[in-house]
């Protein structure tokens, strides 16, 4: 049991380093363009599957609600929680399309999408970021060691070097965490 416990936290430091060492000025561009966005009266939309749609919920609260400090709510909408929408237009159109169609709907030249997919290779993720692309909008997008396909359709890729899906999700978290806090010292 020691041993399991050292190696997943051992494995977790290596890949955060790694991350930092590869993508610390990524994230700082990142980071840039997501608070240039919000004070131009931009969105911060957020898409992702499963573990990665509870970080688009979380974040996306962060930033609507607060997340260190007290401040102005900032325009951002997790694309994963609307229930009737996401049934309705997996219903009427597939479930590749049930973020895509959203953003077509509300989103804006000049807003940002965050796209979270530790494959890159989620169909519905890649709708979503072509979607964006058609609308004007920035994607970056959070995936795993390759960025998938991907990393094709988005401006700005954060691909976090492993192919663990359970460290790249923890990893996604501290980069999303970041760019949290990094907002709130702008605002």
Known sequence: MENLIESVFSESQRILKATLEAHQETIKVSLSRCIKSLKEGGTIFWAGNGGSAA????????????YKKNRKSLRSIALTVDTS????IGNDFG???VFSRQL???GEKGDILIAI???????NILE??????????HVIALTGETGGKLRDVCHTLINVPSLNTPRIQETHLIIEHTLCEGIDSAF
């Open 128 to 137: 979503v970021a072509k979607k964006a692309n058609e609308l004007g909008l």
């Open 95 to 97: 479930f590749d399309k």
């Open 104 to 106: 077509e709907g509300l």
């Open 55 to 66: 970080d688009a919920q979380h974040m996306a609260a962060e930033l609507v609600g607060r």
């Open 117 to 123: 997919s530790t494959s890159g290779n989620s169909a």
């Open 85 to 88: 929408a996401l049934t309705a």
